[in-house]
């Protein structure tokens, strides 16, 4: 139970009411030196059936990240929403409505089907859209977009007729992957495969005359119900085993056909026997093979993979009963050779799992090497850039692999194909306007019934969005912001949708790249490793994260888990820890708000050591995050700024300052350590804005601000490196290293001897050189203020006082003086008892780890766990001894 939960929507929700109200979330003006530059990301349109998963949080905050950073460094910004509509998905999900109140879609018809899409796409549409609200996203709602809006259906029909003109679209017939229970073709990278156990039936295939006195040729098969449409057997030309029979025939069984025994070079002499039964119209390997060979094709099943009229018994049968049927059938002939088990892997329907049959039909096809080169290309010479890079290849390889791609679909929901045919006199063409009568003959005509594939209309997305339907490259948005700057994807798309937006702009858009620079987003996976899924109930829900953590805590904790690999392990306390470091900056805003009495703005300056140091931390810190950016490393952002912001900001300048805040401090130099927070806290916000937008916003409203401040944080400059680089000290930044170790030192030797606080104690120092005495020394009194140092000496050659206890720095050694706090004699003993017990422990662990009996029959995370406790007791022991030795 979550007894104090924070309503974080409550304090979000308006926040992001007043940046949408402001206008921040629509084309922003620019400002500064970039003013004149644009900066846009298309964000890749969700289907209209999905809800926030993983992928969306992690990938969505990368987009806002970019765009929100972008927007501060005076870019003219806009990141463009909308949805998809998602063909096959949403059809599945109206189909399953209509079913539950017993309604059929092929009784209502097309048109009210459509009507049905539609109403859906009205009441669950836009629950996607609000998540991506709810997490604080700065996309442009004002103009939303949908890929079947009119100027986007325009833009799709306008692209097929351009290709159908230039000849790079074209109807044919060929093996399509079909499911038969969605009665419709899936394109390959669209299919799953699953490993069966399944069989290998060896068939006898009588010879028509026999040869040597041989009388059958032997072929084997994972489908013997495809026999039916056998029209040759194959052999490999160079299989001496079969050379004489190349020419013959053989009698097909039940249902007598004559076939020719044919040589290809396709054949894996390998495989079952040699010989290969070929069935052009099933299987696209046999496709190839009868070309070549000239064989007819036999389609033996409809699209529901029932056997079509003319096989007897066999007609009508689904693809399971038939193949049953026609095994037995051989059997009682005597024809059934032998079967072996066999495990294959098959393709399955992404939508419904069925099984998918290779099936020849008449389809739409798109003739990618036409347009493969070019998007290829522009990624060779760098024109787009894959971040992480190895991407690179993993696209050009897809590329190269790229065969013509079926872009028909047997659905209703969609884009219906713009052909138009007279089945009075035969005319047909494609055409952007809607077609009633033929031009030839005035009869009415009809539009084909085939919608495209949803990918044909997502690769117009990055530019019919902006204009491109009715003024081409001439509309505003296209001349002054095309190609956008990034794209952020997950990597399952990359050739689906990444490389076809490449082809598809390169044809429509003047040879110009849609982006510039891709970043392949690491996939999330579970805790335990495996993909997230409902079966297996190990997933994650945005939804709850951001209850549970803020938008803010989801969005870091996401990207702090964020490196170059290719999947990521989720874990929630990245979350939590993101959490804490917002309620971290809450916590010193707050420190530094209630310390502004009489505060006067105007210009920070770096008076004094650690004033110098923050601002020479901040300029290495800001030049770091930008170089990330720059990379696309956003755990390396991530984790700049959670370092910098707690380790150093809040744990040591916040400590140094306190005395200068003080009542009875010098008023003057009280307002120089206000400005100076003030500004560096207004830094911290800027840096950590484009990953925590909403705390940071709601801090800066409570921030005192200049008169030409920006209204809101989202608007705010960003930090500006080169300025900032004055700031670097490196004598600054190595004063307050030495004071953050000796104070470190003190605060450790005194929680390890239990000496109170309020306990002040002499402290040694033995520095490198005299450089480091003198930077140290001079910083005495920050040294006093925080450690309750009695007395300090700073030397070169120090030496260890008697009684004293030693802490090893980076340069330098401390010796902090426990004499008259610490009996050494009977810290001395007790250590040593403890010591031997530990040294027994360890050896008992021991004595088992290297036992072999033991090793080769415990389970591996016993074993596992008693290594651990091992390493655990060696650590203590070289801690105990290392304490033994400074109690000399
Ligand atoms: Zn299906
Ligand atoms: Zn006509």
Same mark, same amino acid.
């Not at 290829?376 to 790229?402: C, M, T």
């Given at each position: 139970?979550?007894?104090?939960?924070?309503?974080?929507?409550?304090?979000?929700?308006p926040i992001?009411?007043a940046?949408?109200?402001?206008?921040?979330?629509?084309?922003?003006?620019?400002?500064?030196?970039?003013?004149?530059?644009? /900066?846009?990301?298309?964000?890749?349109?969700?289907?209209?059936?999905?809800?926030?998963?993983?992928?969306?949080?992690?990938?969505?905050?990368?987009?806002?990240?970019?765009?929100?950073?972008?927007?501060?460094?005076?870019?003219?910004?806009?990141?463009?929403?909308?949805?998809? #509509?998602?063909?096959?998905?949403?059809?599945?999900?109206?189909?399953?409505?209509?079913?539950?109140?017993?309604?059929?879609?092929?009784?209502?018809?097309?048109?009210?089907?459509?009507?049905?899409?539609?109403?859906?796409?009205?009441?669950?549409?836009?629950?996607?859209?609000?998540?991506?609200?709810?997490?604080?996203?700065?996309?442009?709602?004002?103009?939303?977009?949908?890929?079947?809006?009119?100027?986007?259906?325009?833009?799709?029909?306008?692209?097929?007729?351009?290709?159908?003109?230039?000849?790079?679209?074209?109807?044919?017939?060929?093996?399509?992957?079909?499911?038969?229970?969605?009665?419709?073709?899936?394109?390959?990278?669209?299919?799953?495969?699953?490993?069966?156990?399944?069989?290998?039936?060896?068939?006898? /295939?009588?010879?028509?005359?026999?040869?040597?006195?041989?009388?059958?040729?032997?072929?084997?098969?994972?489908?013997?119900?495809?026999?039916?449409?056998?029209?040759?057997?194959?052999?490999?030309?160079?299989?001496?085993?079969?050379?004489?029979?190349?020419?013959?025939?053989?009698?097909?069984?039940?249902?007598?056909?004559?076939?020719?025994?044919?040589?290809?070079?396709?054949?894996?002499?390998?495989?079952?026997?040699?010989?290969?039964?070929?069935?052009?119209?099933?299987?696209?390997?046999?496709?190839?093979?009868?070309?070549?060979?000239?064989?007819?094709?036999?389609?033996?099943?409809?699209?529901?993979? #029932?056997?079509?009229?003319?096989?007897?018994?066999?007609?009508?049968?689904?693809?399971?009963?038939?193949?049953?049927?026609?095994?037995?059938?051989?059997?009682?002939?005597?024809?059934?050779?032998?079967?072996?088990?066999?495990?294959?892997?098959?393709?399955?329907?992404?939508?419904?799992?069925?099984?998918?049959?290779?099936?020849?039909?008449?389809?739409?096809?798109?003739?990618?090497?036409?347009?493969?080169?070019?998007?290829?290309?522009?990624?060779?010479?760098?024109?787009?850039?894959?971040?992480?890079?190895?991407?690179?290849?993993?696209?050009?390889?897809?590329?190269?692999?790229?065969?013509?791609?079926?872009?028909?679909?047997?659905?209703?929901?969609? #884009?219906?194909?713009?052909?138009?045919?007279?089945?009075?006199?035969?005319?047909?063409?494609?055409?952007?306007?809607?077609?009633?009568?033929?031009?030839?003959?005035?009869? &009415?005509?009809?539009?084909?019934?085939?919608?495209?594939?949803?990918?044909?209309?997502?690769?117009?997305?990055?530019?019919?969005?902006?204009?491109?339907?009715?003024?081409?490259?001439?509309?505003?948005?296209?001349?002054?912001?095309?190609?956008?700057?990034?794209?952020?994807?997950?990597?399952?798309?990359?050739?689906?949708?990444?490389?076809?937006?490449?082809?598809?702009?390169?044809?429509?858009?003047?040879?110009?790249?849609?982006?510039?620079?891709?970043?392949?987003?690491?996939?999330?996976?579970?805790?335990?490793?495996?993909?997230?899924?409902?079966?297996?109930?190990?997933?994650?829900?945005?939804?709850?994260?951001?209850?549970?953590?803020? @938008?803010?805590?989801?969005?870091?904790?996401?990207?702090?888990?964020?490196?170059?690999?290719?999947?990521?392990?989720?874990?929630?306390?990245?979350?939590?820890?993101?959490?804490?470091?917002?309620?971290?900056?809450?916590?010193?805003s707050?420190?530094?708000?209630?310390?502004?009495?009489?505060?006067?703005?105007?210009?920070?300056?770096?008076?004094?050591?650690?004033?110098?140091?923050?601002?020479?931390?901040?300029?290495?810190?800001?030049?770091?995050?930008?170089?990330?950016?720059?990379?696309?490393?956003?755990?390396?952002?991530?984790?700049?700024?959670?370092?910098?912001?707690?380790?150093?900001?809040?744990?040591?300048?916040?400590?140094?300052?306190?005395?200068?805040?003080?009542?009875?401090?010098?008023?003057?130099?009280?307002?120089?350590?206000?400005?100076?927070?003030?500004?560096?806290?207004?830094?911290?916000l800027?840096?950590?804005?484009?990953?925590?937008?909403f705390v940071t916003e709601q801090v800066y409203g409570e921030m005192?601000k200049?008169?030409?401040?920006?209204p809101m944080l989202?608007?705010?400059?960003? &930090?500006?490196?080169?300025?900032?680089?004055?700031?670097?000290?490196?004598?600054?930044?190595?004063?307050?290293?030495?004071?953050?170790?000796?104070?470190?030192?003190?605060?450790?030797?005194?929680?390890?001897?239990?000496?109170? &606080?309020?306990?002040?104690?002499?402290?040694?120092?033995?520095? @490198?050189?005299?450089?480091?005495?003198?930077?140290?020394?001079?910083?005495?009194?920050?040294?006093?203020?925080?450690?309750?140092?009695?007395?300090?000496?700073?030397?070169?050659? @120090?030496?260890?006082?008697?009684?004293? @206890?030693?802490?090893?720095?980076?340069?330098?050694?401390? /010796?902090?003086?426990?004499?008259?706090?610490?009996?050494?004699?009977?810290?001395?003993?007790?250590?040593?008892?403890?010591?031997?017990?530990?040294?027994?422990?360890?050896?008992?662990?021991?004595?088992?780890?290297?036992?072999?009996?033991?090793?080769?029959?415990?389970?591996?995370?016993?074993?596992?766990?008693?290594?651990?406790?091992?390493?655990?007791?060696?650590?203590?022991?070289?801690?105990?001894?290392?304490?033994?030795?400074?109690?000399?």
């Amino acid at each position: 139970m979550r007894m104090t939960q924070t309503d974080y929507a409550a304090m979000e929700r308006p926040i992001f009411e007043a940046w949408k109200d402001a206008g921040y979330f629509q084309r922003t003006p620019g400002f500064g030196e970039h003013a004149g530059e644009s /900066y846009t990301i298309v964000i890749p349109p969700p289907n209209i059936t999905g809800v926030l998963h993983m992928g969306h949080a992690l990938n969505d905050t990368i987009q806002d990240a970019c765009i929100r950073r972008a927007r501060m460094r005076g870019f003219q910004t806009r990141w463009i929403i909308g949805t998809d #509509h998602a063909g096959i998905s949403t059809q599945t999900k109206v189909d399953k409505r209509l079913a539950e109140a017993g309604i059929s879609r092929l009784e209502i018809g097309r048109e009210a089907f459509v009507g049905e899409c539609y109403k859906w796409r009205e009441e669950y549409g836009t629950t996607i859209v609000n998540q991506i609200k709810g997490m604080g996203c700065s996309c442009d709602y004002s103009d939303e977009h949908f890929t079947l809006e009119p100027s986007y259906v325009r833009a799709v029909r306008k692209l097929f007729v351009d290709w159908y003109r230039d000849k790079l679209i074209y109807r044919g017939k060929r093996i399509v992957n079909w499911c038969p229970s969605c009665t419709t073709a899936i394109a390959d990278d669209e299919a799953e495969y699953v490993d069966e156990a399944g069989h290998l039936w060896y068939l006898r /295939y009588p010879l028509t005359e026999p040869v040597d006195g041989l009388e059958y040729l032997v072929v084997a098969t994972t489908r013997p119900e495809t026999m039916l449409g056998d029209t040759g057997v194959a052999v490999n030309p160079k299989d001496e085993r079969f050379g004489h029979l190349v020419g013959r025939t053989v009698r097909l069984p039940l249902v007598d056909r004559e076939i020719p025994i044919f040589a290809d070079w396709h054949v894996d002499t390998e495989f079952g026997t040699g010989c290969v039964k070929v069935t052009p119209s099933h299987d696209p390997n046999d496709w190839a093979m009868g070309e070549k060979a000239g064989l007819p094709r036999i389609n033996i099943f409809d699209e529901t993979a #029932h056997v079509v009229e003319g096989y007897g018994k066999f007609s009508g049968m689904d693809r399971d009963e038939a193949r049953e049927a026609v095994v037995a059938a051989f059997e009682e002939l005597g024809l059934l050779d032998h079967v072996e088990d066999h495990d294959h892997s098959v393709m399955t329907c992404y939508r419904c799992h069925t099984k998918l049959e290779p099936w020849e039909s008449e389809q739409w096809f798109v003739a990618v090497d036409g347009l493969k080169e070019a998007a290829a290309r522009v990624v060779e010479d760098g024109s787009i850039q894959f971040h992480p890079a190895r991407w690179k290849q993993v696209y050009l390889d897809w590329l190269a692999n790229l065969k013509d791609w079926c872009i028909s679909r047997q659905l209703w929901w969609g #884009h219906r194909i713009p052909m138009y045919y007279c089945d009075e006199c035969g005319w047909e063409d494609a055409s952007v306007d809607e077609i009633e009568v033929c031009p030839a003959c005035g009869a &009415p005509v009809r539009q084909d019934d085939d919608v495209l594939d949803t990918w044909f209309s997502s690769q117009l997305w990055p530019f019919a969005t902006m204009g491109w339907t009715e003024e081409g490259m001439d509309a505003p948005q296209m001349r002054t912001a095309y190609p956008t700057q990034v794209l952020s994807t997950a990597r399952d798309i990359m050739g689906l949708w990444v490389a076809r937006m490449v082809m598809a702009s390169m044809y429509c858009c003047d040879n110009t790249i849609p982006f510039e620079d891709v970043i392949i987003h690491p996939t999330v996976m579970a805790a335990d490793g495996k993909p997230m899924s409902k079966s297996r109930g190990n997933g994650v829900d945005p939804l709850r994260l951001m209850e549970d953590y803020g @938008a803010d805590g989801m969005r870091f904790g996401l990207l702090m888990q964020v490196t170059g690999a290719q999947d990521m392990k989720f874990n929630e306390a990245k979350l939590e820890s993101s959490r804490n470091f917002a309620n971290k900056v809450k916590n010193a805003s707050r420190f530094v708000l209630m310390n502004l009495e009489g505060y006067e703005p105007g210009a920070p300056e770096p008076v004094t050591p650690a004033d110098r140091w923050i601002f020479s931390r901040l300029a290495r810190v800001v030049a770091a995050v930008d170089a990330a950016y720059d990379n696309f490393e956003f755990g390396e952002i991530t984790r700049e700024l959670y370092s910098f912001v707690w380790n150093e900001f809040c744990d040591w300048y916040i400590e140094f300052s306190k005395a200068r805040l003080a009542a009875d401090a010098d008023p003057a130099d009280r307002a120089v350590c206000q400005r100076n927070l003030v500004f560096v806290l207004g830094q911290i916000l800027r840096l950590l804005h484009p990953i925590m937008p909403f705390v940071t916003e709601q801090v800066y409203g409570e921030m005192p601000k200049d008169a030409d401040a920006a209204p809101m944080l989202i608007v705010a400059a960003w &930090p500006d490196a080169g300025e900032l680089a004055a700031y670097v000290d490196e004598d600054a930044e190595r004063a307050i290293a030495m004071v953050c170790e000796v104070v470190g030192a003190v605060r450790s030797t005194r929680a390890r001897y239990g000496i109170s &606080p309020k306990t002040a104690l002499p402290v040694a120092v033995k520095v @490198a050189d005299e450089a480091d005495a003198a930077l140290l020394i001079a910083q005495e009194h920050l040294v006093r203020q925080l450690a309750n140092v009695e007395e300090l000496d700073v030397a070169v050659e @120090a030496s260890k006082p008697a009684e004293s @206890a030693v802490v090893l720095g980076t340069g330098l050694e401390v /010796y902090i003086v426990l004499a008259g706090h610490v009996d050494f004699a009977a810290e001395r003993a007790r250590l040593m008892k403890e010591r031997d017990g530990v040294a027994k422990d360890a050896a008992k662990f021991e004595k088992k780890l290297s036992n072999p009996g033991f090793l080769a029959k415990a389970a591996p995370e016993i074993v596992e766990k008693d290594r651990a406790k091992l390493a655990d007791l060696t650590d203590k022991l070289a801690r105990l001894d290392a304490q033994i030795a400074e109690l000399g």
